[in-house]
């Protein structure tokens, strides 16, 4: 299905723009303040969200302003995405527009709990871009080597014939896709040293 298309940038002056790659929609996207690239991040490095639209239109598209900070499909169910301002006092789920949906309000203190997690993956998404650095065979390949647990490190030293940085995206997409996980990530900065270990069918690793 296609989703909700973007609406153009309305940002205040103390707001920064961030123009980043998104791997998931192959494609450069514009967000306005910490808070949107710290939930961008984590919408691009879960392995359950399939889709998203960031400052989304509604469903007829004519909203001149957008109603949510991202429409996402996690999991193969549609839900709309919005920053809680920081004077809001409840965390409710309010509705957009005549079709009704849902909206999941975010608090800060929810991406503050993800902190490691959102830091690490803003290091390790620069890797994915625009072009396939690591092939499918490679990719295989680092699966094997990960087995039951390796650092990076070790698969890495595994492939002394490739490219280090190819080994390397060779497991953050693997990361990326849901192949491999990693405790580490959600507790430790990220370095040579993070253990990832292979996923079984039906698991995901992503903060709830």
């Given at each position: ?192 040293n993070t253990r990832v270990r292979r996923t079984w069918p039906g698991e995901r690793h992503a903060p709830k």
């Amino acid at each position: 299905m296609t989703g909700p298309i973007a609406l153009p940038v309305q940002r205040s002056p103390r707001q920064t723009l961030h123009h980043v790659w998104a791997p998931k929609l192959r494609r450069i996207v514009m967000l306005t303040g910490q808070d949107q690239l710290h939930l961008w991040t984590m919408l691009e490095a879960h392995p359950g969200v399939s889709q998203y639209c960031e400052r989304p239109a509604g469903h007829l598209g004519t909203e001149t302003t957008p109603t949510a900070d991202f429409w996402v499909m996690r999991e193969g169910i549609q839900t709309w995405l919005r920053l809680q301002d920081a004077q809001a006092k409840d965390s409710v789920v309010t509705t957009v527009g005549p079709s009704s949906e849902s909206v999941e309000l975010i608090s800060r203190d929810e991406l503050r709990r993800h902190r490691v997690w959102i830091d690490n993956w803003l290091s390790l998404l620069p890797y994915l871009t625009s072009t396939d650095v690591a092939d499918r065979s490679l990719q295989a390949h680092v699966l094997e080597a990960a087995g039951h647990e390796a650092t990076f490190d070790e698969i890495e030293r595994r492939f002394l014939r490739a490219d280090a940085v190819v080994t390397r995206t060779a497991i953050i997409a693997a990361l990326h896709k849901g192949l491999l996980i990693s405790e580490d990530l959600q507790s430790r900065p990220w370095d040579r040293n993070t253990r990832v270990r292979r996923t079984w069918p039906g698991e995901r690793h992503a903060p709830k």
